[in-house]
């Protein structure tokens, strides 16, 4: 087939966004009635709210977590600060803990959120991302500490002091480094983080006062890889977070010699397991680190972030009904949806070639599944056909790589495909689809008198 074609319905396989089927909003609906029809609730949910944000959906949340990460010492509200979710608390961390002149480097897991990378830009760290590969176990920690080794020794040898771009404040921390990963079911990769570089990225980040910044968005919705596990379903995380793992290992940030500001914080969203839309999420670390979090000045100037909507999400959680949501409607059909795809890969993909990364996993969960083409193909070519030929829009490994990355050759051949978007049924065709564009692609290549790439 040349030319343009599309004859046939879009499947968009590159949109990370949550199946609208999937929104609750008779959940909110009901929760939304709830509160605005009760002053005692609706008067605080309409003003001005406190710093670290709306204090029952701060007490909600610690218990909530406390029970899905089982942890032996249940969260404390004060480690809570509520945000306008993942990306808005992004921005507002590097407000707080970072200065362009004092913080080094932003090292990045590679491959990355790739619409991360401007809001590092935006805060001044143009030209200073860093990208740390993977492996099967997650972000390869020997290369990190080498790397950030270099970078100290270079800082070193030129001598150079510098004053902090901003001004001094009794409760703020500056980081000389940031980490940013995305451990469980990332994006885009699908990989999960094991214990041990969990374990070992926080002993990193302490050496070199670096703070993690973790996406922990996906955390919810996970089930088991094996579709004949009945429920797939699962009500407790399988691994700790890093903030978990910051505030226990060797004493946790009340250590000696330690300032009590940690070195680890959670990102956490309601984007993923109720809506992008309600643009509310919450912080966790130390309840030093979360007050300065409160004090940004864009949050202490005009309020606590999402104050009405923190009303809404309260009831949810009060009630049981956003866990239902989780447990009930998300994990069953996202689980479906995961089954359904990987058989369609299984069937026409791996025996073209097509590898997957972390095949042997026990629980999977997330949005994404990332792929890795057989030689010689290249991602942007086999997304580019894809569209033209199939009408199918894929994510092609170079759209993650890190700005300025000079390691981003290694994504040419990497593919990133969403399952929570389309419908069920074109989970399976687009799977077809992108398999007829590498069958006819591979067919050129071999019939080419000319050399294809390396």
Known sequence: MNGHSYSKPLINFLRGWPNPSLLPAASLKRASAIALSNPDISIPGLEYGPDPGYEPLRESIAGWLSRFYSLSIPVNPNRICITGGASQNMACLLQVFSDPLLTKHIWMVSPTYFMICPIFEDNAFHGRLRSIPEDDEGIDVDYLRQKICESEEKIMLNEVTKTSLKGSRPW???????????PTFSNPSSRTMTLRRRQQLVQVAREFNALIITDDVYDQLQWSAHESSHPP?????????????????????EREGADGFGNAVSNGSFSKIVGPGVRCGWAEGTSKFTYALSQCGSSASGGAPSQTTSTFLTHMLKSGELEDHIFTTLQPTYARRYYSMMKAIERHLLPLGVTMPQSDRAVVGGYFLWLSLPKPLLADEVARQAKEEENLTIGPGSLFGVYGDERKEDLDRQVRLCFSWEEEDNLIKGMERLAAVIRRMQSQYADSPVKAPA
Do not use: C, E, F, Q
């Open 172 to 182: 703020r921390k500056i980081y000389s480094h940031i980490i940013y990963a995305v």
């Open 233 to 253: 379903t699962l009500h407790h995380a399988v691994l700790p977070r890093l903030a978990d793992i910051d505030r226990k290992l060797d004493g946790g940030a």
